[in-house]
């Protein structure tokens, strides 16, 4: 954003967060063209890997939580049919 605002010059903002002009123009064309994209009514974003993989284990725990309900399901479900 401090590039967009022209808050400092695009060389002494790419010493100051240790990234070459490249990256930086790459990543602005990227924002400027994901806003493009907003205005014009596409709401899908990619998720950033970090995204992906906390979605990947807490899909992990959901999925030993919804067995761990399973099996005490069948337990209780086996002990009803005990009573009666």
């Known amino acids: 954003m401090e590039g967009i605002r022209s808050e400092q010059s695009i060389a002494e903002l790419c010493r100051k967060y240790g990234i070459s002009d490249s990256?930086?123009?790459k990543w602005n064309k990227e924002f400027i063209e994901a806003g493009k994209?907003?205005?014009d009514g596409d709401i899908?974003?990619?998720a950033t890997s970090d995204e992906v993989k906390e979605l990947r284990q807490e899909n992990i725990r959901l999925k030993k939580a919804l067995a761990d309900l399973a099996v005490r399901y069948d337990v209780?479900?086996?002990s009803l049919k005990l009573i009666e």
Do not use: C, P, Q, S
Request: glycine residues 0%; proline residues 0%.
């Open 23 to 25: 990256t930086y123009y």
């Open 37 to 39: 994209a907003r205005l």
């Open 44 to 46: 899908v974003r990619e």
């Open 76 to 78: 209780v479900k086996k």
